[in-house]
């Protein structure tokens, strides 16, 4: 190899790299709440555990109890901690008060606890405690001890969908007029200014409830659907919640903040509810759970934020026996207090290509995208192939996956060698598709990529190229 050519292919290749790095960016982040409102949860070590082998490497808390941020100390999970809402007229009166939480509530655990955001207050608008009106005073003052420490941490405060006045059609959100002068437009400068991003809750589950008779629960599932078009913008929405998330993003627009960027700091499903609590159950808690990970993981974001991927915090962890008011309040949680799954939803890519084997819940759960195939054949011979109709980001995505930390065998596809050509990203996705499929012994799930790929069981044509079938 000449010099001249060897820069050249060392200049492709990072080339290559950096498309690799660009294109797998354009997946979100799924992060999972750690509430605690109960008498019977494991050991904050335990939790551990369970969180990283179920791929969970991002949470959020209530508070900033020392046991569970030693546990997470060196656990490279981030972790977004919060100040609670009786602490909101303390930390805005007083600029003393605000260092010495830091002082004891930061500082002793940054950063081998990987904490990277502050939620200050929770839903303050709805707190009957009135705390509104501390709520930006406290945020800056928290930022400025933050700040005096040379802290790189976000602040922020979760607030909830109630704080808009219209939500629907999505490109007539608004905030509620009494917010606006008051509190949304200094935290939204603050959060511009300090380089945050506002923090929603948002529950498609309360919106279907209220609505069965116009809300369709498809719709509300992230399942199958013909959406629902905004008619001002001519958005065909296809699931709840992003209709929900672009009121907000509507409402920010409308205040001329386009560019402050937004995460959903909780939403959820619970598994079981009053005879009233319209949706509530098991099955639908699989669903929405699964097909929003799933979506989340190989999307990008919302129709009126393309480029942002979407970054949700599910709700939660863990049934929580201690919550007040009705049934569904303690049955949110993906695990039960003895770390056994309520349902099973794969929480991370990773497991969602090695997701059990023909469990229950998990072929329950159908592609948000369509085409996939969770039930692999494991009689006669099949192949896994690219479901070109998911759209090239989302294949891409899943293509890095599967050579990357997948394990398949990516070397044919590479150029110059027996399966470059044709060269096109569904031929190349399929064969390592495939590779990985038959590497997991065909298992169900093993053919899946967030609904990316299906199962075939005619052999994949593409040029001359052979798909292997076993390994
Ligand atoms: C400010 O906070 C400090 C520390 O919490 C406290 O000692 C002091 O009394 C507070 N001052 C006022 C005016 O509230
Ligand atoms: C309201 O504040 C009082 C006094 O600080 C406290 O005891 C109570 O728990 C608070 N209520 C809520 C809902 O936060
Ligand atoms: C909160 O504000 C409402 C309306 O202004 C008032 O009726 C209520 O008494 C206040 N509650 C507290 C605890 O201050
Ligand atoms: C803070 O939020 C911004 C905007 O989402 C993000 O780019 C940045 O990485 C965050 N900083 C930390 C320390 O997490
Ligand atoms: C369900 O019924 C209970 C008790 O009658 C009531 O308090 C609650 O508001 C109802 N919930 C819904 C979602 O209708
Ligand atoms: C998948 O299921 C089959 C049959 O139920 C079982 O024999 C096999 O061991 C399972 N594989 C994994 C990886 O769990």
Redesign the pocket.
């Known amino acids: 190899m000449t010099m001249a050519s060897s820069i050249v292919s060392t200049l492709i290749l990072l080339l290559l790299l950096l498309l690799h790095v660009t294109s797998s960016s354009a997946a979100g982040i799924i992060g999972v709440n750690y509430g605690r409102i109960a008498d019977n949860l494991p050991d904050p070590t335990k939790v551990v555990q369970l969180l990283k082998s179920n791929g969970i490497n991002r949470i959020k808390l209530y508070d900033t109890d020392s046991t569970v941020l030693k546990a997470l100390a060196g656990s490279n999970i981030a972790v977004t901690v919060a100040l609670p809402n009786n602490l909101l007229s303390a930390a805005a009166a007083n600029q003393s008060f605000t260092d010495n939480w830091i002082q004891s509530n930061i500082l002793p655990y940054y950063p081998s606890t990987l904490i990277d955001a502050i939620a200050v207050g929770n839903e303050v608008f709805v707190d009957p405690n009135n705390t509104t009106d501390f709520l930006v005073s406290a945020m800056k003052n928290v930022y400025d001890s933050l700040q005096k420490n040379k802290i790189n941490i976000n602040v922020s405060s979760p607030i909830a969908l109630s704080a808009l006045e219209t939500s629907y059609p999505p490109s007539s959100g608004s905030f509620k007029p009494e917010l606006i002068e008051p509190v949304m437009k200094p935290m939204l400068s603050f959060l511009k200014k300090t380089g945050s991003y506002l923090m929603v809750n948002a529950y498609p589950f309360f919106a279907y409830?209220?609505n069965t008779d116009t809300i369709s629960l498809d719709y509300a599932l992230l399942r199958e659907n013909k959406g629902v078009t905004d008619s001002k913008s001519g958005i065909n929405y296809k699931t709840l919640l992003e209709a929900q998330l672009d009121a907000v993003y509507s409402a920010m627009d409308a205040l001329q903040f386009h560019d402050v960027k937004m995460i959903v700091s909780e939403t959820g499903w619970p598994s079981k509810g009053?005879?009233?609590?319209?949706g509530a159950g098991e099955e639908n808690a699989a669903q929405y759970n699964g097909n929003l990970v799933r979506r989340v993981l190989t999307g990008g974001g919302s129709p009126l934020r393309p480029n942002d991927p979407l970054v949700v915090y599910l709700f939660a962890l863990f049934n929580e026996n201690l919550k007040t008011g009705?049934t569904s309040e303690r049955n949110y949680g993906l695990f039960y207090p003895n770390e056994q799954k309520v349902y099973n939803v794969p929480l991370s890519m990773e497991a969602f290509a090695v997701s059990n084997n023909g469990s229950k819940a998990e072929v329950a759960v159908a592609p948000a995208s369509g085409g996939g195939d969770v039930t692999a054949s494991t009689v006669g011979e099949t192949w896994c192939v690219a479901n070109g109709r998911v759209g090239e980001e989302k294949l891409q995505a899943a293509l890095d996956y599967a050579c990357g930390e997948g394990g398949a065998d990516c070397r044919p596809i590479q150029s110059g060698d027996t399966c470059y050509d044709p060269n096109t990203l569904e031929a190349h996705a399929s064969y390592a598709f495939n590779s990985y499929y038959q590497k997991q012994a065909r298992g169900s799930g093993s053919c899946d990529f967030g609904g990316a790929a299906y199962v075939v069981s005619q052999p994949p044509r593409f040029g001359s190229c052979k798909f292997p079938t076993s390994n």
């Open positions: 409830g209220a009053d005879s009233n609590e319209s009705p």
